[in-house]
């Protein structure tokens, strides 16, 4: 199956991917200081509409020919600011700010979980979404090779951070090296996986 990265697409093709991340990211453990699951839904959905569009404007989106499937990836000594500091500006403006401040907060605690490899050159995962429907069909895994192919090429590892448990499983599954764990006061843990280039 080809993947390539999104560099122009319609505005509706877009917004079809962007709601496809944000309700698959509703049920993630990240979001816990937004609420219970149908409370958080709405918010959730509008912070990852901004994500995805960082990841967008960063060149750092890939789909699957079906558009079935996108992974955003990133290396972190090329990516660029002015998407970043959008996103920011728009987060402020979209959730509210005691929330906000209660998420960064539990963020702070558990971002530094990856420095073993992140203060070297490296690619970031920002993350793997499958359409609901089309779970279980080697969609993930193939998103997965196409970005450990281009780790490969760059001769750095691949990072993955997740909140779920089970998505760390699924990474380890697919060859990635559990490296790391860490639990903010909120009880949200951070898994910290590695790909190595051979």
């Known amino acids: 199956m080809q993947i390539n990265c999104l560099d122009k697409i319609s505005k509706t093709k877009l917004n079809e991917i962007k709601k496809m991340v944000g309700e698959a990211f509703v049920t993630n453990e990240l979001f816990h200081e937004f609420g219970a699951i149908e409370e958080r839904k709405e918010l959730v ?28 990836f990133i290396h972190n000594k090329k990516a660029p600011v002015v998407p970043q500091l959008k996103m920011l500006v728009r987060l402020l403006k979209a959730v509210p700010y005691k929330t906000l401040k209660r998420y960064m907060s539990h963020i702070k605690q558990i971002t530094d ?13 920002l993350f793997v979404c499958v359409d609901k429907q089309y779970q279980g069909k080697g ?8 970005a450990k192919s281009y780790a490969d090429k760059e001769k750095v590892p691949l990072l993955f951070d997740t909140d779920m448990k089970q998505y760390a499983q699924i990474y380890q599954h697919y060859g990635c090296e559990l490296y790391n764990h860490k639990t903010a006061s909120n009880g949200v843990t951070r898994y910290n996986l590695v790909w190595k280039a051979e």
């Open 45 to 72: 959905i509008k912070y990852m509409d901004i994500y995805t569009d960082y990841v967008y404007e960063s060149k750092a989106l890939y789909v699957t020919e079906d558009n079935r499937a996108v992974i955003g």
């Open 139 to 146: 969609y993930a895994r193939q998103l997965v090779e196409f």
């Open 113 to 125: 979980s990856n420095k073993q490899y992140a203060s070297k050159p490296h690619i970031d995962i």
